[in-house]
């Protein structure tokens, strides 16, 4: 059975406005120094993607906007910077089913005054021409919190920034299947970025266990 929702899908909230910026890098970088967290400037997926700035790219949320949207009441924000052994890559890589472009993962352990929260990472995922960044939160429990796209740029696709669209991932764990028209409803006229995201929540989520597993 096929589902699909209509583009024409609710809006979304005011913080999701589209911004101007010249690129990703300094998205990071403005984000990490309102966290005071320098490993947040610009990560290694980020520099892949180096370019020339393009008149598509849409910047709807800084770091620190997505984590008081994933973790609101946040308190601290902890980062580690963590090269998964070959040992871990590849298992990793097996359990996704494809390679791994990034050398290391920005993994921000989120606090607030009474205890873990959960954990959040940012990566980029590529879309049908360019890279989607996205952060995807999970709680202790190693279950999405829930994601937030940072930076679009693509001509279409855009909905998938939607929350209507984006809370189909809450509680999704690794062993979840978050393929379209199994556990995740398509977006018509934005299948390549669905898949996209399905693909950056699937990989974080491995990410994630895989860190913690290692610590």
């Known amino acids: 059975m096929r589902f699909v929702l209509n583009e024409a899908m609710e809006q979304d909230s005011p913080s999701h406005c589209t911004r101007s910026a010249g690129g990703l890098g300094a998205l990071l970088l403005a984000a990490g120094l309102g966290l005071g967290v320098a490993s947040l400037v610009p990560t290694p997926a980020a520099a892949q993607f180096a370019r020339a700035p393009d008149p598509e790219e849409r910047v709807l949320l800084t770091v620190e906007e997505a984590l008081r949207e994933v973790f609101p009441g946040h308190a ?105 028209n199994s556990d995740i409803v398509n977006i018509s006229g934005a299948t390549i970025s ?22």
Do not use: C
């Not at 089913?97 to 205890?115: K, Q, T």
């Not at 990989?203 to 610590?215: F, G, M, N, P, Q």
């Open 76 to 180: 601290a924000v902890e980062t580690t910077a963590w090269r998964p052994s070959a040992e871990r890559r590849a298992s990793m890589e097996e359990r996704l089913g494809r390679r791994l472009f990034e050398p290391r993962y920005e993994i921000m352990e989120v606090r607030s005054a009474s205890g873990l929260m959960g954990y959040a990472v940012v990566t980029d995922e590529r879309g049908k021409y360019r890279p989607i960044t996205l952060m995807v939160g999970v709680s202790p429990d190693l279950r999405v919190r829930d994601t937030a796209i940072l930076v679009y740029r693509e001509s279409r696709g855009g909905q998938v920034q939607r929350q209507r669209f984006l809370r189909q991932y809450r509680g999704k764990d690794s062993s979840d299947a978050i393929r379209i």
């Open 194 to 215: 669905v898949r996209s995201v399905n693909a950056g929540v699937r990989k974080i989520l491995v990410v994630v266990e895989e860190w913690s597993a290692a610590r």
